[in-house]
């Protein structure tokens, strides 16, 4: 049995690297804007401050897997044509944009009060208050938080599945029918994605660890 | 649009399908989440280190990965389960990992105090847990465990997966009937959205409330087996604070005052 589920690790491993793949492009556009969303609702424009909200509670309150079937079949239909792995990087990215939006909030409230005035007082435009002082504030308080949505997005690509991306579930399946094998398939399935989340959630809790132990012994940390 | 429309009746088939699992499942995932979270906490390193292994791997794994496996992998050794079947208990497994997690941190985070106060009442672990340890714990616990519940509700749309008739089940038969597939995604996002956002927002309207209404609450409800609600309004009220023997742990300094 070893032997035979050895033949299939290599296709496996392509799938997992494919999942990987998906998970950095999809978590960069998620990043990106989700910092803009959160940034967005800071800077006070009456309108774009009621989109945003909206945006990430409707997205927030509807599964993923709709959300993918439904880009699936829209994106085609409106006359967009991209590959599976592109529409899949999109829905992904648009959907923990709203998640990470609401870590980005949490961070950017929890910025003294002091930072800001201290930015102003120091004669800093608004664009060098946020680039300059409190960003990288943020940036560094929401690392735990971010690290987790890592490992929860390494899961979600399992459900991109369906959209035919040939991510590390789909080639498992896709073995384990042909060869009706799923026994063996899918526990190597379930322990390569334990492979690289537990790393992942370790890293995570050690970051937690530290940067609460900077956080109590001050701004300089050591 | 008025196309998709027709099918409503269908839709609607699938979305009572669909509350109907995640109303079986919310109690089945809760009560042995608790187990899983005691079984964390138990003196036998055996047990803390099964339930703590159960926790890791099922958070490390997608719930779509263990849903194929309990599905399809399982025959294979033996146990067949039906759709059904196997999406419930898929849902408990998952979710019971998650909801332990919920629980040992509430449990950890009741301040030592009322532990100590208990321990001198020579109250029983049982009776501490269920008078000392879950009411507090319980107010804190209900908006993750509610958050929980709307997860568990938007994973049962994996359930089609495995050709449960639930709505994403109907959905996708639709798509391959009618030329109006994003429509029929869309109806599906809204009947998800109708039922998330009220329990959203009823669960953050909870959470802002029941910690002002925490402190009131025990006080009401002083009667003849409430000793410890009579030892902590008696420490509340001579200016006993939960330190004197361990550290408190941060942040349930506040339900103290």
């Known amino acids: 049995m070893i032997e035979r589920v050895g033949g299939y690790l290599p296709s496996l491993i392509a799938g997992a690297g494919l999942t990987l793949k998906l998970t950095i492009s999809a978590m960069l556009l998620a990043s990106v804007l989700g910092l803009a969303l959160a940034v967005v609702r800071f800077v006070r424009t009456p309108f774009v401050a009621w989109l945003v909200p909206a945006y990430v509670t409707v997205v927030r309150n509807t599964p993923e897997l709709v959300q993918l079937y439904l880009f699936f079949y829209a994106l085609p239909a409106w006359g967009i044509n991209v590959g599976a792995f592109q529409t899949a990087t999109l829905v992904l990215g648009l959907h923990f944009a709203a998640s990470l939006a609401e870590v980005y909030r949490g961070g950017i409230a929890s910025i003294d009060q002091g930072q800001w005035e201290a930015a102003i007082v120091l004669g800093l435009p608004k664009r060098k208050q946020w680039t300059r002082i409190i960003l990288p504030q943020v940036f560094r308080r929401i690392i735990p938080a971010w690290g987790n949505y890592v490992t929860v997005m390494v899961k979600v690509t399992a459900l991109t599945s369906v959209i035919t991306v040939p991510e590390l579930t789909l080639v498992g399946n896709d073995i384990a029918a042909r060869n009706f094998r799923f026994l063996e398939v899918f526990t190597l399935v379930g322990i390569i994605y334990f492979l690289i989340n537990f790393p992942l959630s370790l890293i995570v809790r050690h970051a937690e660890r530290r940067l609460a132990r900077s956080e109590v012994t001050g701004k300089a940390g050591r | 649009m008025p196309d998709v429309f ?88 998952h979710f019971a990992a998650y909801a332990s997690e919920i629980f040992r941190a509430g449990i950890q985070s009741i301040p030592t105090g009322e532990l100590d106060a208990a321990k001198v009442l020579g109250l029983g672990s049982f009776t501490t847990l269920r008078r000392v340890i879950l009411p507090r714990a319980l107010v804190l616990l209900i908006p993750p465990i509610g958050n929980n519940i709307i997860e568990v509700f938007k994973a049962t749309s994996l359930l089609a997966l495995i050709t449960v008739d639930e709505i994403v089940f109907y959905a996708q038969r639709l798509t391959a009937q009618t030329r109006q597939a994003p429509d029929v995604w869309i109806l599906v996002a809204f009947f998800y959205f109708i039922v998330s956002f009220p329990a959203t927002v009823g669960i953050n309207w909870y959470e802002r409330h029941a910690a002002r209404r925490y402190g009131l609450r025990r006080s009401d409800h002083v009667g003849h087996h409430d000793l410890t609600a009579l030892v902590r309004v008696a420490r509340r009220v001579l200016g006993f604070s939960a330190t004197t023997t361990r550290k408190t742990p941060p942040g349930t300094s506040g339900g103290e005052e």
Do not use: K, N, Y
């Open chain 2, 6 to 93: 027709q099918h409503w009746p269908r839709l609607v088939d699938g979305a009572l399908v669909t509350i109907q699992v995640t109303a079986i499942a919310t109690p089945l995932f809760i009560c042995l989440g608790l187990l899983i979270a005691l079984g964390r906490m138990s003196r036998l390193r055996a047990i803390r280190w099964v339930a703590g292994g159960f926790v890791e791997v099922v958070r490390g794994t997608p719930f779509l990965v263990q849903l194929f496996w309990l599905f399809f992998a399982l025959p294979l050794a033996g146990i067949t389960l039906q759709p059904l079947v196997a999406g419930i208990l898929a849902l408990t497994l």
